[in-house]
């Protein structure tokens, strides 16, 4: 009795040039969207508030609500920035961390903690705290607080979605 076997060779071939691939096409998915409104919106918070912050202050001191809501804008600047960066540079990190709880876990924690500080200082804007140059300003950045506290809480309800697998 005789056999026929079939047998495949297949050849890799790798060179060791170094070059940087940019993963463009998360960028049209809609968490890599989300990822840039998120760092386009916490950049112009970091902004605001680090520019008035340091002009403005009448005992050198800032105020706890504006404080909070600084250090929490850059927080989730540094680690949104950090997100989007490693997807973008490699092609694989975009498919495979959205299949982990860390995405799950990072834009619950970002939108709670966002959404607390933009509902401190817009409390201290309407009790009149701050005279008209810091009020225009600080309402302006707790609104854009509240915009992007809705991006992390959709972000989080996508990462959830994708880690269950629905």
């Known amino acids: 009795m005789s056999h026929s076997v079939v047998i495949t060779r297949t050849t890799t071939t790798t060179t060791s040039t ?98 607390i500080a933009s509902i401190m200082l817009l409390v201290d804007v309407t009790n009149g705290r701050y005279y008209h140059t810091l009020k225009d300003a600080y309402m302006a950045a707790a609104i854009l607080g509240m915009i992007v506290s809705a991006l992390y809480l959709f972000s989080a309800l996508l990462a959830q979605r994708s880690y269950r697998g629905i």
């Open 18 to 115: 170094s070059h940087l691939v940019l993963n463009t096409g998360y960028l049209r998915t809609t968490p890599g969207l989300l990822k840039l409104a998120q760092l386009i919106i916490g950049a112009v918070n970091v902004g605001l508030v680090a520019y008035y912050i340091r002009r403005y202050s009448t005992s050198g001191l800032p105020a706890s609500a504006e404080f909070f809501f600084l250090l929490m804008a850059v927080a989730f600047l540094i680690g949104t920035f950090c997100l989007l960066a490693s997807c973008l540079v490699s092609l694989s990190t975009g498919g495979i961390i959205s299949k982990t709880i860390y995405e799950l876990v990072y834009h619950t924690i970002a939108f709670l903690l966002y959404l």
